[in-house]
Every structure is written in structure tokens, then in C-alpha cells.
């Protein structure tokens, strides 16, 4: 469809009109995890939020290559140049390889992914994959005169930088401010400035994870990673690059600074970041200690977890909320996404079991239905507004309810629209799907188990026809029992399972 996308651009601090490099290519790249444990809510919330934006982009009728990395190497336990490789401490404490660790991690991580929906990026490049592109940007940088050998290492020289172009475009930090945040950081001995950051650690003698270089062997600093492999496979200039708000300093900046100091310029259009997710005000994070795990909410085996809550209910409890808004962690904040969640998936059923009226002047009309799609289609391309689409999904259940009590009606063609805008918004664009609904095989079972519950139900009703009461209260009785809620319409019946 024709229809302008607004993105907030974290580096304007505006919305701005998306407009494609190389329409109809996209190139979108979006920090991965460090893979030294489980994934938790904090993660989730920038996966699903890119998710959202590679499912519209697609949708609009772009050609996204998503690029999503995997950091495992490089990351230190300050997130500066000081401490142990977070990787390398986790196998050392584990008795294990580092890339054992790494791996083991890395396919949690995409089960949860998968979990929660999210497609899988166009190209998940790993940083130990590309030792020799971050090489070759520290190469580069050198040359530039950016950057400076100390002991073996080298570090990105940012007064330099500064006098030349400018540091803190992204932040908003001043080289000052960045001095003064860095006073308290420990082992800047090796440094010209206490705000410059490593591009190569030259490896100490008990550091296993280790690769020849010119000046050392060693590994790349954490921001070389994201800008090499950037690069490598969307261009020298692409349009998107995402991650939650948290990373904007010192890793956007520092990507920033390093793309301009290798190329002349920076290489990304459009920076978009989520806001975090909070548990009592305070932002969720390992480095904090008050994270809950992705596998730990799926099974409710945590002290601050009342319950187990679904994927599905994760995710839906993130779009609730636009991206650029915090979001506070609580029991009764998921509870109310459960329900919430559950009131569409029981419209999308009742949707299946309606059937169109004769009236000459149904209630419901074409134009009604064709104006929901586009205050779907008008909040999507305002940045992304996933809590109004969400709102008008409320709007097409209370139709499909007043629909199934006969208090409005709907023609055939108009009832097949209805099913199609709500089918694509709830499933293909916000990438929601009911709870039991994992495969093409368990959908099929779901259709199958359905089929069954129909044909009970049909019995029931030849029973009440033929005054067997006896038969008609057996079957609701023992179907109650089982957790299903069944209901007498004028057409016969609806039936829905709760849990």
C-alpha cells in the first residue's frame, strides 16, 4: 500500500519519513545477545520490537536483510576495557571451552526466540567469525591517525577524534562528560584518555580466547564487532540500526566514532532503540542481579513469578507498550496481558464459527471493516504503534461478539474481510498465534481436536431436540469438567476451552 512510515530516529530525536537507501533493499542490523547465559525479559523486548519492524517492513513490500549478531568475544564484565571476557569467566567458573558456553547459550537462546515468535534474522553473523574483518577496521582506523598502540593493545583516540569530527552525536555527550563518567572506571593506566576504548586487548597469558594480530594476540574490543560485521554484509551505508536504548553509550557511540574514523562517515541512516523494561523502577539487567530468564517465566520457577506465563503472553505483553516507553515488570501487569491475549484468541474463534446473515442492510458494512484496516495500517506507520493496532483488535472482538450474540450482522464478503484484517494483524503483523498453535502438525490436531468437541456438541443438541435431557446435561457436564465453557445460541451453539 502507498502510505508513509515514520521512524523515530534516535540521532535527529525526531520522527522522519523512512526512506530506503536502496528501496525496495533494506538493510536493518540489530545487536544480538552476549551469550554467557539466559536470555531474560530485558532481551526480549528489543528482539520482538525488531521482529515487528522486519514483519512491516516486509509487509510494506521491502526486501529486509536483517542482520542480527551474536557477541562471543570481546564483551568485558564492565562493558569497558576493564575485568574478564563475560564469556571466558562463565566457562572458567563451569569448567568448560568458551565456545561451548557460547554455543550452549546460543541455542537457548534461539528456543526462546522461537518461543516467543520472533523470525529468525536474514544473517546471524558470530564476532569469532570475524576476527579478521575487525582487523581490518582497526587497520583502517590506525591509519586515520584515530587510534594508538599502548602495550599491545589498541585503543580509539577520542580527543582526536573529537577535533575533527564530533563525539557524542548520538548521546548528546560532550568529550567532557564522557571524561567525567569515565573517572571511576578502574585499569585506564594503558590509555592516553580515560574516555578512549579499546579496539584490540592484547590477551593476558591465562586468556584462552586468543587470535594473532599485528600487535598482539589478543581479541577485539566489544564495538569493533557490530561495525565490521555491519559493513561486511549490508554495505558501507545502510538504514536501520536497532538495540535497546541502553546500548546508544558507550556502543552506538563508539560504532559511530569508529565508522567515521575508518570511512569518513557514518554508515547508518536510521538509529531506532527500545526503551527498557524495569522491575520496580530499577532497569532489568544481569549486571544487576534482578533479571528473570526467559525459560524461568515459561516455567514460573522464580520468587517474584506468581505463575507461569506463556510466550505468547510475554509478547503480547511487550506490544502492549509503544517501544520507546518503559515498561515496570509485575505479576499483575502479565496477568492482565494473559487476559488480554485471551479475549482475542477466543474472538478468533468465535470468527471461525460465524456465518454471514441474508439481511439486505447488514449492520456491519465493508466500510467499517476497510476503516479498522487502516487505523491499523495509520498506527503501524506512526514508529511502529503496536499498542493502537492492539486497540482496534479489541475494537474488530467486540464486533465478532456482538456478531455471535445477533445483535449486529454481516454479509458473506464483508464477514470474509473481517477475517482476513483480523487473521493479519493478530498473526502475520504482530506475530501473535494461540497458545497451543506451534506447528503445522499441532494445528492440525487443533482442527482435528475441534472437529470433535463440534460433533459431541451436535449430539447434545439432537438430544435436547429429542427432550433426552438426561444425554443433553451428561455431555455439558462432562465437557465443564474437561474446562470447556459451552453456550446456547440461536443457531445452536459456541464453546470456547479456558484453562
Request: proline share 3%.
Amino acid at each position: 500500500m502507498e502510505q508513509a512510515l515514520y521512524v523515530y530516529n534516535t540521532l535527529t530525536r525526531q520522527k522522519e519519513v523512512f526512506k530506503p537507501l536502496h528501496a525496495p533493499h533494506v538493510g536493518m542490523y540489530v545487536c544480538g545477545p552476549t551469550v554467557y547465559g539466559d536470555a531474560h525479559l530485558g532481551h526480549a523486548r528489543p528482539a520482538i520490537t525488531f521482529d515487528i519492524v522486519f514483519r512491516f517492513l516486509k509487509h510494506m513490500g521491502y526486501k529486509v536483510r536483517y542482520v542480527r549478531n551474536i557477541t562471543d568475544v570481546g564483551h568485558l564484565e564492565h562493558d569497558a576495557d576493564e575485568g574478564e571476557d563475560k564469556i571466558a569467566k562463565k566457562a572458567r567458573l563451569e569448567e568448560l571451552e568458551p565456545m561451548e558456553v557460547a554455543q550452549y547459550y546460543t541455542n537457548r537462546f534461539h528456543d526462546a526466540m522461537t518461543a516467543l515468535g520472533c523470525l529468525p534474522p536474514s544473517i546471524e553473523p558470530h564476532a569469532t567469525g570475524h576476527i579478521i574483518e575487525q582487523i581490518q577496521l582497526v587497520k583502517e582506523i590506525l591509519a586515520g591517525g584515530f587510534a594508538y598502540e599502548s602495550n599491545g593493545s589498541i585503543y580509539f583516540d577520542v580527543e582526536a577524534y573529537d577535533k575533527k569530527y564530533h563525539y557524542g552525536i548520538l548521546s548528546g555527550r560532550s568529550l567532557e562528560n564522557t571524561k567525567d563518567a569515565s573517572r571511576e572506571l578502574a585499569g585506564v593506566g594503558e590509555k592516553k584518555n580515560q574516555a578512549d576504548f579499546a579496539l584490540w586487548k592484547a590477551a593476558q597469558p591465562e586468556h584462552i580466547m586468543r587470535w594473532p594480530s599485528p600487535w598482539s594476540d589478543g581479541f577485539p574490543g566489544w564495538h569493533c564487532e557490530c561495525t565490521a560485521m555491519g559493513r561486511k554484509y549490508l554495505g558501507s551505508h545502510f538504514d536501520i540500526h536497532g538495540g535497546g536504548m541502553d546500548l546508544i553509550f558507550p556502543h552506538h557511540e563508539c560504532e559511530i566514532a569508529q565508522a567515521v574514523a575508518s570511512q569518513g562517515d557514518q554508515m547508518v541512516k536510521y538509529w531506532i532503540h527500545n526503551n527498557m523494561i524495569t522491575i520496580n523502577g530499577q532497569k532489568m539487567g544481569k549486571s544487576l542481579g534482578n533479571f528473570i530468564t526467559l525459560p524461568q517465566f515459561f516455567s514460573g520457577d522464580h520468587s517474584q513469578l506468581t505463575q507461569a506465563y506463556s510466550p505468547m503472553t510475554i509478547r503480547f505483553f511487550i506490544l502492549q507498550a509503544h517501544y520507546r516507553s518503559t515498561i515496570d515488570f509485575s505479576n499483575e501487569a502479565l496477568q492482565a496481558a494473559e487476559k488480554g491475549l485471551e479475549r482475542l484468541m477466543d474472538a478468533w474463534q468465535t470468527l471461525g464459527q460465524l456465518t454471514s446473515s441474508h439481511d439486505e442492510h447488514p449492520t456491519i458494512g465493508m466500510t467499517a471493516i476497510k476503516e479498522l484496516q487502516q487505523k491499523c495500517y495509520d498506527a503501524m506507520c506512526d514508529d511502529f504503534n503496536t499498542p493502537i493496532v492492539i486497540s482496534n483488535l479489541f475494537e474488530a472482538s467486540r464486533i465478532i461478539n456482538s456478531l455471535a450474540d445477533k445483535k449486529e450482522t454481516i454479509s458473506a464478503e464483508t464477514l470474509e474481510e473481517l477475517r482476513h484484517t483480523f487473521s493479519l494483524w493478530t498473526f502475520d503483523l504482530l506475530g501473535l498465534r494461540a497458545a497451543k498453535a506451534t506447528g503445522g502438525s499441532n494445528a492440525a490436531r487443533e482442527e482435528a481436536f475441534g472437529k470433535v468437541v463440534d460433533m459431541l456438541l451436535e449430539q447434545r443438541m439432537k438430544a435436547k431436540q429429542n427432550k433426552d435431557w438426561a444425554t443433553s446435561d451428561h455431555i455439558r457436564d462432562n465437557l465443564a469438567a474437561l474446562g470447556f465453557e459451552v453456550k446456547d445460541t440461536k443457531d445452536g451453539f459456541s464453546w470456547k476451552l479456558n484453562k
